[in-house]
């Protein structure tokens, strides 16, 4: 019994919150806030910038994860575990550390800050552990019996890749550009720091709520609610999505 109410207790702790965001408009209130100066253009530049940094997490990090799973040294261990930092490290101190890399004063003397490349940038830093996490364990998955068989009928090295491994990872990798693209809308601390909160250059949704929340609070909450029905898509989607890929490939449902 104990246990048992120790359980509910957590899940109370967890699902009120958004039963209460849910509540708390109606939907006058909702259209209303929908209709916020703050809400469009936040939510087309976290749109955009999400796409971008998606693209260019997958791009970068899809070979990243081929290596890192089909590697057994102490080198890729290493690397495995500086991916992983931006998980652990707070954005607020990832923030600043961009800064320090691309700022004006910083390592490169770059003057990506408050740019929406900056958006971006910090988009693809806090979204791309989990990317690479899910590919690495997807494609340690793959039988390597599968890839010796695809060289010895003429298959290139890519050819191999692409034709085998890629399909056989294909659940992880979805469900990691999943959470990769959910990381980056949601995206907070880093890129007010590094990008500012500049309307119709870096304000993204979340930099929309922060703002809203200090003049209109039906805009605010029309953004969250917004963001929340996402995170149900997303959710959503990482349970389906998987079992429609193998489904469609003919394996178990």
């Known amino acids: 019994m104990p246990t048992r109410v120790l359980a509910i207790g957590l899940l109370v702790l967890l699902v009120l919150p958004l039963v209460a965001l849910a509540s708390s408009s109606s939907p006058g209130e909702l259209a209303a806030g929908l209709e916020h100066p703050l809400f469009w253009p936040a939510l087309r530049l976290s749109a955009k910038t ?34 992983d930092l931006p998980i652990v490290i707070p954005p607020a101190v990832l923030g600043v550390a961009l800064l320090q890399a691309y700022g004006r004063s910083g390592l490169l003397g770059l003057s990506i800050p408050f740019t929406t490349t900056a958006v971006i940038v910090a988009q693809v830093v806090v979204s791309s552990p989990f990317y690479v996490q899910s590919a690495a364990t997807a494609f340690r998955k793959v039988d390597p019996d599968l890839m010796t068989v695809a060289r010895t009928l003429g298959a290139s090295p890519a050819q191999a890749f692409f034709r085998v491994a890629v399909p056989v990872a294909m659940p992880g990798l979805l469900g990691g550009a999943a959470l990769s693209w959910a990381r980056s809308m949601g995206e907070f601390g880093a890129t007010l ?51 429609l890929w193998l489904r469609s490939r003919g394996g178990p449902p």
């Open 193 to 243: 720091l590094f990008a500012g909160n500049l309307p119709g250059t870096t304000q993204t949704m979340p930099l929309a709520i922060y703002t809203a929340l200090e003049s209109d609070v039906r805009a605010a909450l029309a953004i969250s609610l917004v963001l929340a029905a996402i995170a149900v898509v997303v959710l959503l989607g990482l349970r389906i999505g998987p079992r």
């Open 50 to 83: 999400t796409v971008v940094s998606l693209l260019v997490v997958v791009v970068m990090g899809t070979p990243l994860a081929w290596w890192i799973a089909a590697s057994t040294g102490r080198s890729a261990r290493a690397v495995e575990l500086l991916v």
